[in-house]
């Protein structure tokens, strides 16, 4: 099989939580399967990138494997990171992924890697690039629409700016209905370089681009949870397959075998 018939390698963060299995209640790097079995269903092949002690050497040599990065929901963002006191309703910080995915993202930025964020992903998005967050949706709309709590999806609909790269994906659909959302937060200050691509009818923003690179995508819905629609992740791996295809910098191991059949 030539590397032009493997599907390109997306890295997708993880949570780091206690979690139990069997006898085992320990801390553990975990994701839920559906969104590697999105990727994986769209033709890439999904790595898991746990939150680790992180600076941007180490940054740079995990995304030398990758074609694509996927920074995936879970906890709240730090708010101190956009300089704001806890809100009563805001997670504990994860300090670690917050740290992790923030280099991540950077340096994911610096070299043009194709990313798509996912809830969480697009709000660490838009602070690590110097926006901020509303902290508790409910206190701005007065009701529990984007998070029903108890691990339940609600659906809202959602308005698509044209001429955008999240339009282009879904075909140039400019409403999406009953997108499934859990999030009890969502960007207020949209940091510099992003573009506002979808709203709500409320006004919540649900999407965000970064203009300035060939594909840099972030949805605050969870659209692994819609398996009968893969678009946003096929158009991430078809991305990857081109990023894989012009950097030329990248260099690849030999495939395992190859010196044996040279010999």
């Known amino acids: 099989m030539s590397d032009s018939d493997i599907g390109p390698v997306i890295g997708l963060t993880t949570y780091l939580e206690q979690a139990q299995t069997g006898v085992w209640d320990v801390p553990a790097a975990i994701l839920p399967r559906v969104y590697f079995d999105a990727i994986t269903n769209a033709g890439g092949i999904a790595v898991l990138l746990p939150p680790q002690p992180v600076n941007a050497a180490i940054a740079n040599r995990v995304l030398d494997g990758l074609d694509a990065l996927v920074v995936t929901g879970g906890k709240d963002v730090d708010p101190a990171r956009y300089g704001q006191a806890r809100h009563p309703h805001t997670d504990e910080p994860r300090p670690d992924r917050d740290a992790w995915e923030n280099i991540l993202l950077h340096e994911a930025i610096a070299r043009e890697l194709p990313f798509l964020g996912i809830c969480r992903g697009a709000q660490m998005l838009n602070v690590a690039l110097g926006g901020s967050l509303h902290q508790h949706l409910p206190d701005l709309v007065g009701d529990t629409t984007y998070q029903a709590g108890n691990g339940v999806f609600n659906v809202v609909d959602v308005a698509v700016e044209t001429d955008s790269t999240l339009s282009a ?24 370089g992003l ?42 791996v078809s991305a990857a397959r081109d990023y894989r295809v012009a950097d030329p910098h990248r260099t690849r191991p030999a495939p395992h075998g190859a010196a044996e059949a040279t010999a």
């Open 195 to 236: 573009r506002v691509t979808a709203r709500t009818d409320a006004g919540i923003v649900q999407a965000v681009e970064l203009t300035a690179v060939p594909f840099g995508v972030a949805v605050q819905w969870h659209p692994e949870q819609s398996p009968g629609d893969l678009r946003l992740f096929t158009g991430l």
């Open 169 to 192: 994906l879904l075909g140039g659909q400019t409403l999406l209905p009953a997108v499934p959302v859990y999030h009890h937060q969502s960007i207020d200050r949209v940091a510099a």
